[in-house]
């Protein structure tokens, strides 16, 4: 404005500062660029330290590995087992004992014929087989496992399977173990010491042996080692101790095991840390020097620039000025423009007026459309049956409300703008009202929710709200619009639905107590009357025989009617759920079935989603009997695996069994539906697949047949990732306000 001084700006001293500074910037690269390859270098060194132990380790425990394996095989070929001499078996054995081994032989049903472990005399008795034995019997050849806990001692262990094949099957099997404390001291001679860490870990991640607090990591699972697939790699995470390190991994090709060796990350960064520093010291150095250089400068340039400044002011004041005389050519070049800008600034204000008489005229009619669009939407939010309110995000305050309010919930407009209204909300709706409300923002603006507002007599109405984020200007502040619909008669068709389910369920238990009452006499007097006509009459002894068959069908119709309805109309839980430890406890229950049947059940990929333990458990209980139900000739071989799909985990169910018919595909998963007559070759009532569909549809997905599985049977089902829940959360602001 006329009569003020213009805001000074930066200082010449600044700019000539900062030009010396550009000026010491490219040998300031240059130390910056040395300093980042040497502690780059000085990084890789530590990292290749750590592969190449990594690698020695590998090698080390390959060869502990590769002996024991080698002693075992000697021992397979021994005479002393062809002759059943285990008495001469057992000396042989007790021979390797300089060595740190024991030798256990037993054969193929899980009796213990030579334990070097024990005394000799000592009762040797049975221990039933586990997985790995199984599988040396099937490959016929030497098998490593995972970490155990032994069931004699209640330790870890670790071991080795060899089976003695004679005549092209296996006949005994010949076993050693390892303690891990063996491996940690292996680890601790290698001279493994901060800022490395290593460990050596199973095929399922779970920890052997550690360079570090072995005792109180061993049996753990090893953080980080999801992200360790492939032969070799590297990952980046917090080691089992807490330290965040930098980790090579290496895989065995004897055991399968896998070797990590870790580098504290703040080792890595400590050469990069002091560079920084030293190069700090120096950029500050440089700066000082140009400081002092751009004060030199300025005081040379005070005079000129003091001349320039009399003469911009002069110009300021509207009067003419002068052409400045001082050193500095450029200068006076400055004073000359100033006189020709001072006679320019009249002819410019005449142009300023006219134009701006034009902008205000602009922002009339700028105004005036403003107002128009302003009642088209008024008129829009107060025709539709909906309640459209406008309210403060901040304070919740309403700012409008549209007349639909008045139908909904029987309130005039004017009595609710103005002021915010909580008690508005059902008390049990309000607080988690305000948690949903709370994630509502920019990079979110829009919600929805479903909740109770009361009505002005008192009553209860549910509605359903779709909101939307309208973010703050320079103007005002943000605010919520809310769109509000009457939700109240969907809301009584579902509790009808609820009542309808409960009512099944009621019926189902009445059925079931009413039915079988009867049926329980029917087959006493059956027997009754087998008893009169037993020997007397054929004929009438048959009669008798299939009304106690069908008495006994209809019995277990029933019973399998109610364990439907138990699990199909079931509430629908939502926790974390590991699909592995659902499979594991399926196959518990199933233990009797997979070890009678011979079966191999082999997981992939399972991951962790959110569901009902119980039902899926339930659920992979009926996939897995079925298969090995309708299994061929061959032991049953049962692959599951998963892949992601976008929101949603695929499951297939495959098995090596006899298969289905393509044109079966949807009769299968019809409850008591069943494509085989034969009862006493095939037993069951149809109801398996149909309630793995159910609880499949409980959590919001999909079960079906693939019909272009031709080596047995391949069931597909999908799983969300995510909530299965429907939420009963209500989105509203920070104060619980619709």
Excluded: C
Excluded at 192 to 219: K, M, T, W
Excluded at 425 to 442: A, G, W
């Amino acid at each position: 404005m006329t009569g003020e001084r213009p805001s000074r700006g930066w200082s010449l001293a600044v700019y000539l500062a900062a030009f010396a500074a550009v000026l010491a910037l490219p040998p300031m690269m240059f130390a910056a660029i040395a300093t980042w390859r040497f502690a780059t270098a000085e990084a890789q060194r530590l990292e290749s330290a750590a592969i190449q132990r990594n690698a020695e380790l590998v090698r080390l425990i390959d060869a502990v590995v590769s002996a024991r394996i080698g002693v075992l095989e000697a021992l397979a070929t021994s005479p002393a087992i062809d002759s059943a001499d285990y008495a001469r078996f057992d000396r042989q054995a007790r021979s390797l004992s300089e060595q740190g081994m024991a030798i256990r032989l037993r054969d193929p049903e899980g009796n213990i014929l030579v334990d070097t472990g024990l005394s000799v005399g000592v009762p040797l008795g049975q221990l039933s087989l586990i997985e790995p034995h199984h599988r040396a019997l099937s490959q016929m050849e030497p098998v490593v496992t995972n970490l155990f806990t032994s069931r004699r001692d209640a330790k870890p262990w670790v071991g080795i399977i060899s089976p003695a094949v004679r005549e092209g099957r296996p006949r005994y099997l010949i076993t050693t173990a390892f303690d891990p404390r063996y491996f940690a001291a292996m680890l601790a001679r290698s001279g493994i010491e901060a800022p490395y860490f290593a460990s050596l870990v199973d095929r399922n991640g779970v920890i052997i042996a550690r360079s570090e607090a072995h005792e109180q990591s061993v049996g753990q699972r090893l953080p980080g080692f999801d992200l360790a697939s492939g032969p070799s790699g590297t990952w980046s995470g917090f080691n089992p101790s807490g330290v965040l390190v930098s980790g090579f991994y290496q895989r065995s090709t004897v055991s399968g095991w896998m070797v990590t060796m870790g580098v504290d990350q703040t080792a890595l960064r400590a050469p990069l840390v002091r560079s920084l520093w030293l190069l700090g010291g120096v950029g500050a150095a440089l700066l000082l020097v140009s400081a002092v250089l751009a004060l030199g400068l300025v005081r040379r340039l005070k005079s000129a620039s003091t001349s320039l400044t009399d003469a911009a002011e002069a110009v300021i004041r509207g009067g003419l000025t002068a052409v400045p005389q001082t050193p500095v050519t450029e200068v006076n070049h400055v004073g000359r423009a100033f006189a020709e800008v001072s006679r320019r600034l009249s002819d410019q204000a005449a142009a300023l007026e006219t134009a701006n008489r034009g902008l205000e005229q602009r922002v009339e009619e700028r105004t005036r459309a403003l107002a128009l669009s302003e009642a088209r939407y008024r008129l829009l939010a107060e025709a539709i049956s909906d309640i459209v309110l406008l309210r403060s995000q901040e304070t919740a305050t309403i700012e409008y409300i549209s007349p639909a309010v008045s139908r909904v919930l029987g309130y005039d407009p004017a009595e609710l703008i103005g002021r915010p209204r909580p008690d508005l909300i059902h008390p049990d709706d309000l607080e988690e009202l305000k948690r949903v409300n709370r994630t509502v923002s920019p990079e979110a603006p829009h919600a929805l929710s479903i909740h109770r507002m009361r009505h002005r007599d008192g009553h209860w109405v549910w509605v359903q709200n779709a909101y939307t984020l309208l973010p703050a200007t320079s103007e005002s502040e943000a605010k919520i619009l809310a769109v509000i619909r009457d939700d109240t008669e969907r809301q009584l068709s579902e509790a009808k639905l609820q009542q309808g389910n409960a009512a099944l369920k009621q019926f189902s238990a009445i059925v079931s107590h009413d039915l079988q009452a009867p049926l329980r006499h029917i087959a006493m007097f059956a027997e009754m009357l087998q008893a009169h006509v037993d020997g007397s009459s054929p004929e009438s002894a048959e009669y008798v025989r299939r009304i106690s068959a069908s008495v006994e069908r209809m019995m277990r119709l029933i019973r399998s009617l109610v364990a439907y309805t138990a699990v199909a109309y079931a509430e629908v839980k939502s926790d974390g759920v590991d699909l592995n430890q659902v499979m594991a406890d399926a196959m518990a229950l199933l233990e009797g079935e997979i070890r009678d049947s011979g079966a191999t059940i082999s997981l992939f990929n399972l991951p962790r989603i959110s569901g009902d333990a119980d039902l899926l458990v339930h659920l992979f209980q009926n996939l897995i009997a079925n298969a090995l139900k309708y299994r061929s000739e061959a032991p049953p071989l049962v692959k599951i695996r998963a892949r992601r799909t976008g929101q949603l985990w695929e499951i297939a169910v495959e098995d090596n069994g006899i298969g289905i018919d393509p044109q079966y595909a949807e009769r299968v998963f019809e409850i008591f539906k069943r494509l085989h007559r034969d009862e006493s070759r095939y037993p069951g009532m149809g109801v398996g697949l149909a309630l793995a569909r159910r609880i499949v549809e409980s959590h919001n997905g999909e079960i079906g047949l693939d019909p272009s599985y031709s080596q047995g049977a391949r069931i597909v089902l999908t799983l969300p990732a995510r909530d299965v829940r429907r939420s009963s959360g209500r989105v509203g602001d920070a104060d619980g306000h619709a």
